[in-house]
């Protein structure tokens, strides 16, 4: 039987107020007839009789060595016990057993609560209505989703209320400013409202590290007027100012920056815990969709935001927030930056320092590029001619093999030597085919049959071209550019279908037209 409590004595007492029969009052409240006794006597409850103790009733078998340990711990307070523990097996091979870990591990936390250095204490915030906007970037790969059957490693930037937890999401691949120009704007515009504070952690899209030597603070000429000093610089104590981009951005909103210290991530508190909630809620929906499957990045951000939607619809103080911000009266903030360049002769795009092909005729012109967080745009005389998936880091390549294949059809010659060689295969298949058109037509037919089935797959459909060749491979015949094409029946021109023009007639607007006059009369 266990320890009896306060509970069972009361009810021992309610008993014998009835009827003054100890065992039966005993018996009742769970009890020994001798041990209800003792209480019946001793008038007290449970927890009053007890007496504290501060002697050990085990023999400490760390008595020996606790001095130095202690010695230690005073010398360098952030020790852990573990580290410690193991030392002493080493020093004293044979003295000490692996099980005693966890008891060592109590007495160290004993010590460090009487002995040790304070704590970092963290002091909850009362947070005013429609303050401060803030935003982090947190990683969604976790969630698995994919955007046509591949894996889509990706991350969300996450702007926050943090009176109502009211919370929107854009989806980005970098922790950029490009990113802040996608995710801020679309938040405000969800709200249509503008606080006075955008808060953000130390991120290098809002912000950048000096060069040895200077420092900044407000007034200074790296700084625009009215710009707050991010203290700290990875623990040397120097201040990192705001990115001129980034101020322009809070200028165009009339926000103010600030930052958080630089290690304190619990100052963007409120919006650290909302990134774990709100990855939780959406693997939770996407649990209830039954698949993680989307056929683009747009599909998946749109579903992404509706989730958020719903939440945000059960924020009860969203209202007191809109109340206590400023009407959004301004344009749209630009997402994108923009320049200008020239097509090289390689048919390549040079942004950033990374290359991007575009369509032969494009060779030789002036063009101008916006470049986005997630996509890279290109415009020629007033038209947008191209739109592909933006290149992360330095010195790396996107090369469509639509875009070069006609030309080197021309000159096959150049195809065995390629600098892009690997972006002319779509798939392992592509490379199979090669190989079986070299050993059965030699080396340079061979390459030159090739060049003609992927040229097909460009002005027809990639995937039954690749179907066509598997299926010839997969009997034993040589997929020759000829049989491919018939197989894929591209012999057959597409006709397009004949569409009845549009024939308007002004009068059957009159109807809608009087109808407007009467409700504005």
Not at 82 to 109: A, C
Request: net charge positive.
């Amino acid at each position: 039987m266990g320890r009896v409590t306060d509970q069972q004595v009361r009810k021992l007492n309610e008993e014998m107020a009835k009827h003054g029969q100890v065992g039966k009052a005993s018996l009742r409240a769970g009890m020994d007839r001798t041990t209800g006794r003792k209480y019946i006597q001793a008038k007290a409850l449970p927890s009053a009789l007890r007496v504290a103790r501060n002697w050990s009733t085990h023999l400490d078998v760390f008595a020996e060595d606790w001095p130095g340990i202690v010695a230690q711990l005073q010398r360098a307070p952030e020790l852990q016990a573990k580290v410690l523990f193991n030392d002493l097996l080493e020093r004293r091979p044979g003295f000490y057993r692996e099980n005693q870990l966890r008891t060592f591990q109590r007495r160290v936390e004993v010590w460090q609560a009487q002995n040790g250095p304070d704590k970092e204490v963290f002091f909850p915030q009362e947070h005013i209505p429609g303050e401060a906007l803030q935003t982090d970037f947190t990683w969604c790969t976790e969630l698995k989703v994919t955007i046509g059957g591949t894996p889509f490693p990706h991350m969300m930037c996450h702007v926050v209320l943090p009176y109502s937890n009211w919370g929107w999401v854009t989806v980005c691949q970098s922790e950029s400013m490009l990113a802040l120009r996608k995710g801020v704007p679309a938040a405000l515009l969800q709200l249509g409202r503008v606080p006075r504070f955008h808060q953000t952690d130390n991120c290098s899209a809002a912000t950048h590290r000096l060069p040895e030597g200077e420092d900044v603070g407000v007034g200074k000429a790296s700084a625009k007027e009215g710009q707050e000093p991010v203290e700290g610089n990875g623990g040397r104590g120097r201040k990192r100012p705001f990115n001129e981009e980034y101020l322009d951005m809070m200028g165009h909103y009339s926000m103010e920056p600030r930052t958080i210290g630089v290690g304190k991530s619990e100052q963007n508190g409120d919006v650290e815990s909302a990134n774990n909630v709100l990855k939780t809620r959406l693997n939770q929906y996407l649990l209830l969709r039954g698949s993680r499957e989307f056929e683009t990045v747009s599909a998946w951000e749109t579903w992404a935001q509706t989730v958020c939607r719903k939440a945000n619809s059960g924020r009860k103080r969203v209202t007191e927030e809109l109340l206590a911000m400023r009407v959004l009266r301004v344009d749209r903030f630009a997402e994108f930056d923009e320049l200008r360049t020239r097509v090289t002769s390689e048919s390549m795009l040079v942004v950033k320092r990374n290359t991007y092909s575009v369509p032969a005729r494009l060779v030789g012109a002036q063009v101008r590029v916006r470049l986005y967080e997630m996509e890279l745009e290109v415009w020629h005389a007033g038209r947008r001619v191209l739109v592909v998936p933006r290149i992360l880091g330095q010195n790396n390549y996107r090369v469509d093999y639509r875009h070069v294949v006609g030309p080197m059809l021309r000159k096959p010659g150049a195809f065995a030597r390629y600098r892009y060689k690997e972006a002319l295969f779509p798939g392992p298949v592509w490379q199979e085919a090669l190989s079986t058109l070299k050993k059965a037509l030699g080396d340079r037919k061979g390459e030159v049959a090739y060049l003609r089935i992927l040229h097909l797959a460009a002005g027809t459909m990639e995937c039954d071209v690749e179907a066509a060749l598997v299926l010839l491979m997969g009997t034993g015949v040589i997929p020759e550019p000829e049989l491919v094409k018939g197989l894929v029946g591209a012999a057959k021109p597409t006709q397009a279908p004949a569409i009845q023009p549009l024939n308007a007639d002004p009068a059957e607007y009159d109807f809608l037209l009087a109808e407007t006059l009467a409700e504005a009369g």
